[in-house]
């Protein structure tokens, strides 16, 4: 049963497409995480599923029935704020309790279901406290609490960790994740952070310029982005401009470079002769030391040869920076695990990734 | 050569030097009206007053004339502040909630009597009401004094209004209230401070405002300003001080009892809500 449906939802500001034809639905007690560059169209979605914006075209539904005609009131929809919009002049009791108050459950009911949402939360004993006296965490959780009170069919959550430091940002992610499967509420979370729409998502769907460009599971994401745009704002990633050579062996193909660089793949989409977009991923690639012996050069692995220009110890990963010759510049990400060769600027150091991890994009 | 440092504090000591020169200037006429209104001379002379008692202020409670204006001023004042307040609130709201494109220019043309000399409405209002034969002085000085304090109501609940985030409405519209509910439990609540606010200069300028009451009133229905004025011209004693003197009482009382209810630094300091 889907909780949600949009279907052919097109939204125009004059002759500003923000959304144009988006077709999206969500099955009870998933979570949904729409992903985007600001300006991609991912608010103006979350507004029409709120009520605050009608689309030109296109229908919204919730739990099989229409709501373009509905105000937001009339919806049962619960919207955590990216500023988190709690009411100022009212205690953090009375903001858990206003959405109670005007759904509807009935008064000697409130105090008891304040009661359960922060103990859910986790912030009993902060009843009286006005927002100003809570933290940023804090007033998060009040206003996940105060969102989840009414038991709305959809929680949307926008942008719900922005507003953290980085370490509370991982523990609050963990709870965030944690509190919303325990009462099953079918969510969807609005967001540019790629990290927050990979973990919190059971699916995530990429928007760009007012389009759907792919939904799938985080994983599959990240490892077949749909085009171009996906792949580069899904992770880091290698770059090359490259022209497809004519002969190939069994499945491999070989594209070189405009820097003269050859570089073989796995995956290749057409047969055609023609230039595509090659992406690796940083931590896809070896970094061994030039003096390691002599390597045989496998037709199913890319052996480039290149001078480290930079090294990041940044604790659990290494940041290596390798110039190739002709001007290419590669980002290498190794795990601080094991026995790692240390490199230092200056260093010429041989590059190895599988053809099967080269991503295809033809131009 | 002087050092930095010396400059530094060279600077520092001038700069509390003006800071206490300005008080001087600005308290100075306040004194020296407070204690001219104790001389126990019966003409004016010189100051300091050689000796002081308070038959002044006893002529001023007996002054039949100076009465009849404070209490003419105390009806317009407070009537003009209601009708500047809820005037000038409503405005505002709807002016906050006009797109970008129209917000601007009607903001200009409800501002526009803030631009215009006194002596201007004050003798265009004239013009006006000499073609409206019956409309009582009152009523008259009333629409006055409207259009000189709406524009500070207007835009003392603007101020409030932009501090107030449009996602606490959306907060409340999500969670199921309408808007006229959220208007009345989130919007007013967080504004109500500046609204106070635009309510007390519109009370202030109502009490003080001389030109435009000049133009309106008549020998039956004077406020206290013209009151003050005429007497000035006719008998110039000082009845004028003690009247001067009993008025900032009632403003030390007014604004004691709008501390006690609102907290005054946060309404007078502010003016608009801090989260």
Request: hydrophobic content about 45%.
């Amino acid at each position: 049963m889907n909780v949600l449906e949009l279907k052919d939802v097109t939204k125009k500001y004059g002759e500003f497409v923000a959304v144009e034809g988006v077709c999206l639905e969500i099955e009870e007690g998933k979570i949904l995480s729409l992903l985007g560059p600001s300006g991609c169209g991912k608010s103006t979605t979350l507004r029409m599923i709120a009520g605050f914006t009608t689309p030109n075209s296109g229908t919204v539904a919730i739990a099989g029935e229409n709501v373009d005609h509905l105000k937001p009131y009339e919806r049962n929809v619960g919207l955590l704020f990216q500023d988190y919009a709690l009411f100022p002049h009212m205690t953090v009791e009375q903001n858990v309790a206003y959405g109670l108050r005007y759904r509807g459950t009935p008064k000697p009911m409130i105090p008891s279901r304040v009661q359960q949402m922060l103990s859910l939360v986790r912030m009993l004993g902060m009843e009286a406290r006005y927002p100003s006296q809570l933290s940023g965490g804090q007033q998060q959780r009040v206003a996940l609490a105060r969102a989840l009170a009414t038991d709305p069919q959809i929680v949307l959550l926008d942008e719900p960790l922005s507003a953290l430091d980085a370490k509370l940002r991982l523990e609050l992610r963990i709870e965030l994740k944690e509190i919303l499967r325990s009462v099953g509420a079918t969510t969807i979370v609005v967001t540019h952070d790629q990290e927050e729409a990979l973990s919190l998502g059971d699916e995530v769907v990429v928007m760009h310029a007012g389009k759907v460009i792919q939904r799938g599971s985080p994983i599959e994401i990240y490892k077949a982005p749909a085009d171009k745009f996906v792949a580069e704002f899904v992770g880091r990633s290698n770059w090359f401009c490259a022209t497809r050579r004519g002969r190939s062996s069994g499945d491999l193909s070989s594209y070189i470079t405009s820097n003269g660089i050859e570089i073989r793949t796995r995956s290749a989409p057409t047969d055609r002769r023609g230039s595509a977009d090659l992406c690796i991923r940083p931590e896809h690639i070896e970094l061994m030391d030039v003096t390691q012996g002599v390597v045989s050069d496998e037709p199913d692995q890319n052996l480039l040869e290149g001078v480290v220009v930079d090294v990041a110890p940044l604790g659990a990963d290494v940041h290596v920076v390798v110039d190739l010759p002709g001007e290419t510049r590669l980002q290498v990400i190794r795990k601080n695990v094991g026995r790692i060769p240390t490199v230092v600027p200056g260093q010429p150091v041989r590059l190895c990734f599988a053809a099967s991890d080269v991503l295809v994009f033809p131009t | 050569m002087l050092s930095k440092r010396h400059t530094d504090a060279g600077l520092g000591v001038l700069l509390k030097a003006t800071i206490a020169l300005t008080a001087v200037f600005l308290l100075l006429p306040v004194v020296m009206t407070v204690i001219m209104s104790f001389d126990s001379r019966n003409y004016l002379g010189q100051f300091p007053p050689p000796s002081l008692s308070t038959q002044w202020f006893t002529k001023f409670a007996h002054n039949g004339y100076l009465w009849s204006g404070l209490r003419t001023s105390l009806l317009l004042a407070t009537a003009t502040t209601v009708g500047a307040t809820t005037v000038g609130a409503l405005a505002a709201l709807a002016i906050s909630r006009m797109t970008a494109q129209w917000r601007d220019p009607v903001t200009t043309a409800f501002l526009s009597p803030l631009v215009l000399p006194g002596v201007i409405i004050g003798f265009a209002l004239l013009m006006a009401f000499s073609a409206l034969s019956a409309v009582p002085t009152f009523l008259k000085m009333l629409a006055g004094h409207l259009l000189i304090t709406v524009p500070f109501t207007i835009r003392m609940t603007l101020i409030g209004l932009a501090g107030i985030s449009a996602t606490l409405g959306e907060a409340a519209l999500s969670l199921g209230a309408n808007e006229r509910q959220s208007f009345f439990t989130i919007i007013l609540p967080l504004a109500k401070n500046s609204i106070a606010a635009g309510a007390i200069f519109a009370f202030a300028f109502s009490m003080d405002d001389l030109t435009i009451s000049l133009f309106l009133s008549d020998f039956n229905t004077y406020p206290l300003p013209v009151a003050l004025v005429g007497l000035m011209r006719s008998n110039f004693d000082l009845t004028l001080a003690a009247a001067a003197v009993f008025l900032m009482g009632l403003t030390v009382i007014i604004l004691i009892v709008l501390d006690r209810i609102f907290g005054l630094e946060r309404v007078i300091g502010h003016g608009i809500y801090k989260a």
